[in-house]
């Protein structure tokens, strides 16, 4: 019974561990995320407005 309960305490120290490693991980993974999407919005305006440019100056 005793064995039970400290494995039980294992099983709930790892998996704490690794959601607490893992939420880290999700959380710098989504900064990224929003980084690299922010910057593809600049990016993609810059392009949408030299498009607008180019157009408007064939026209």
Do not use: K, P, W, Y
Request: proline fraction near 0%; glycine fraction near 14%.
């Amino acid at each position: 019974m005793e064995a039970e309960a400290s494995l039980g305490g294992v099983v709930v120290g790892v998996v704490l561990g690794f959601s607490a490693r893992f939420s880290v991980l999700f959380g710098a993974v989504a900064a990224q995320g929003f980084f690299d999407a922010h910057a593809g919005i600049a990016a993609s305006h810059e392009i949408l407005t030299d498009i607008i440019g180019i157009v408007s100056c064939n026209v």
